[in-house]
């Protein structure tokens, strides 16, 4: 038989231990809610639609954005991918549509770091695409490097957020 005092603290230890359990499992609900309301886009929508042809243009977008001054996220994948054969007056055609203030800069960089191949692989395999990004230090995916608009919204992105230094061309391009 066991004393009162030892089934007292039994008790209490089986209290504590069934306390932090209750809370990690509501903390851990409220985790599983909160992911749940974000990637359905509850709190935060996106007011993006699909690949879709601009009526106006005539081109084909990744994606519609429903405010002029939202710096795109990078899209995973468009219409202009690595399948497609694209010309220098198509490349310069979707640059000066998609960004037609910082165009000029845009098409300078993509003439000197990969005379407007979206294929084009250099230093050693590390820089790829349209503005020769360096996929591995940037976390992006090659797909989206071998993209002309994924690559595009990603360098006007960085361009934006004044890192345009990073390419070595940049720097010639605003002279």
């Given at each position: 038989?066991?004393?009162?005092c030892?089934?007292?603290?039994?008790?209490?230890?089986?209290?504590?231990?069934?306390?932090?359990l209750?809370?990690?499992?509501?903390?851990?609900?409220?985790?599983?809610?909160?992911?749940?309301?974000?990637?359905?886009?509850?709190?935060?929508?996106k007011?993006?639609?699909?690949?879709?042809k601009?009526?106006?243009?005539?081109?084909?977008?990744?994606?519609?954005?429903?405010f002029?001054?939202?710096i795109?996220?990078?899209?995973?994948?468009?219409?202009?991918?690595?399948?497609d054969?694209?010309?220098?007056?198509?490349?310069?055609?979707?640059?000066?549509?998609r960004?037609?203030k910082?165009?000029?800069?845009?098409?300078c960089?993509?003439?000197?770091e990969?005379?407007?191949?979206?294929?084009a692989i250099?230093?050693?395999?590390?820089?790829?695409?349209?503005?020769q990004i360096?996929?591995?230090?940037?976390?992006?995916?090659d797909?989206?490097?071998?993209?002309?608009?994924?690559?595009?919204d990603?360098?006007?992105?960085?361009?934006?957020?004044?890192k345009?230094?990073?390419?070595?061309?940049?720097?010639?391009?605003?002279?």
């Amino acid at each position: 038989m066991s004393s009162p005092c030892f089934k007292y603290y039994r008790l209490k230890i089986r209290n504590r231990i069934f306390k932090s359990l209750n809370k990690k499992i509501i903390s851990t609900f409220k985790f599983i809610v909160i992911v749940l309301i974000l990637a359905s886009g509850l709190l935060f929508p996106k007011f993006v639609s699909g690949p879709s042809k601009n009526s106006e243009t005539g081109i084909f977008s990744s994606q519609n954005y429903l405010f002029a001054e939202y710096i795109p996220e990078v899209p995973k994948k468009s219409f202009y991918a690595l399948g497609d054969i694209l010309t220098k007056d198509d490349i310069i055609e979707i640059i000066k549509k998609r960004y037609p203030k910082e165009a000029d800069l845009l098409i300078c960089i993509a003439e000197k770091e990969s005379s407007f191949n979206p294929k084009a692989i250099g230093d050693k395999g590390k820089a790829k695409g349209l503005f020769q990004i360096h996929t591995l230090e940037y976390s992006l995916s090659d797909e989206c490097a071998f993209d002309v608009i994924c690559s595009l919204d990603f360098t006007y992105k960085m361009i934006k957020s004044n890192k345009g230094y990073l390419w070595t061309t940049y720097r010639l391009c605003l002279k």
